[in-house]
Structure formats: structure tokens, C-alpha cells
């Protein structure tokens, strides 16, 4: 198992999001080659800003390993976490992180601001980019084809 093979698990997750009519990203926590938990956007159904799926994905794989300390973990996601996710793993100590697309409005992991490399904070990360970039952009970029169309 390699990071496109997590990463597809990952876009598994966006599909749940754009089914329900929610921005499709989608993350998946691994450790040690083992899925931890998984998360999907769902601000709109939660009525939850912070409903991302990082941060579900992030609170699960807490409460899974029964601590806030993510050290061993890796991160798939399918778009560039935004600088709230970007915070939350920073502060999770997840050790790497692998995104499948760019956010260029949001992006805060290198795009827009870098705040999982920021030689200020106390904990950086590894990032990998670029992972199945094709099918990440374009779930998003149907949906809100999609939604100018409604």
C-alpha cells in the first residue's frame, strides 16, 4: 500500500461528501500502515464551520488512539488543508502530510500561506504533494460546475 492507494481512500470519502451536497474533500489518518479514522466535509449537514474533513478526521483518530499527540501519523487529503486544518494539524503533531491538490484561495500548507512548514512554530511536517492531482481537482471543480448549473 503506497500513497495513492490511501489517497483513493481518501477521494472515497469526497464521493460521501458530494453525495450528501457537500464540498467532496475527503481525509484518511494512517499509522503504521493501518487506517485510523476518515473524515469528509460536512459543514452544511453539521451546521458546523469547523466541519472540515481534516478536523473530523483529526478527532476521530484522537479519540481512537486515546490521545491529541498524532505522532506516527500520516494525513491524506484530498485538497490543500485550509489554515484552520492547517493549525489543527500542526497541533495534532501528525508527521506528515500528503495532499492530492492545491488550494490557491486557501491553501495553508505552501499555496497561499505555509503554516505546516513554518520554521516559528514548534512542530513541522512533511509534505507530499500532488498525489492523483487529476481526480483531487476535478471532484471539486465538477461540483461546483455543477452547483452554477442549479
Same mark, same amino acid.
Given at each position: 500500500? =503506497? $500513497? *495513492? +492507494? *490511501?489517497?483513493?481512500?481518501? &477521494?472515497?470519502?469526497?464521493?460521501?461528501?458530494?453525495?450528501? /451536497?457537500?464540498?467532496?474533500?475527503?481525509?484518511?489518518?494512517?499509522?503504521?500502515?493501518?487506517?485510523? #479514522?476518515?473524515? +469528509?466535509?460536512?459543514?452544511?449537514? &453539521?451546521?458546523? %464551520?469547523?466541519?472540515?474533513?481534516?478536523?473530523?478526521?483529526?478527532?476521530?483518530?484522537?479519540?481512537?488512539?486515546?490521545?491529541?499527540? &498524532?505522532?506516527?501519523?500520516? @494525513? *491524506?487529503?484530498?485538497?490543500?488543508?485550509? %489554515?484552520?486544518?492547517?493549525?489543527?494539524?500542526?497541533? #495534532?503533531?501528525?508527521?506528515? &502530510?500528503?495532499?492530492?491538490?492545491? =488550494?490557491?484561495?486557501?491553501? /495553508?500548507?505552501?499555496?497561499?500561506?505555509?503554516?505546516?512548514?513554518? =520554521?516559528?512554530?514548534?512542530?513541522?511536517?512533511?509534505?507530499?504533494?500532488?498525489?492523483?492531482?487529476?481526480?483531487?481537482? $476535478?471532484?471539486?471543480?465538477?461540483?461546483?460546475? $455543477? @452547483?452554477?448549473?442549479?
Amino acid at each position: 500500500m =503506497d $500513497d *495513492y +492507494y *490511501y489517497m483513493r481512500l481518501a &477521494l472515497d470519502e469526497a464521493r460521501k461528501a458530494k453525495e450528501i /451536497g457537500e464540498v467532496p474533500v475527503g481525509a484518511i489518518i494512517v499509522k503504521n500502515g493501518e487506517v485510523i #479514522s476518515r473524515g +469528509y466535509n460536512m459543514r452544511e449537514t &453539521l451546521k458546523d %464551520p469547523t466541519a472540515h474533513a481534516e478536523i473530523i478526521a483529526i478527532k476521530k483518530a484522537s479519540n481512537i488512539l486515546g490521545g491529541w499527540r &498524532l505522532i506516527g501519523c500520516t @494525513l *491524506y487529503v484530498t485538497i490543500e488543508p485550509c %489554515p484552520m486544518c492547517a493549525g489543527a494539524i500542526v497541533n #495534532s503533531r501528525i508527521e506528515r &502530510l500528503v495532499i492530492g491538490s492545491k =488550494d490557491l484561495k486557501m491553501g /495553508g500548507c505552501g499555496s497561499v500561506l505555509n503554516i505546516v512548514q513554518n =520554521d516559528k512554530l514548534n512542530h513541522r511536517l512533511d509534505v507530499t504533494w500532488n498525489v492523483l492531482q487529476n481526480q483531487c481537482s $476535478d471532484i471539486i471543480k465538477d461540483f461546483f460546475k $455543477d @452547483l452554477r448549473k442549479k
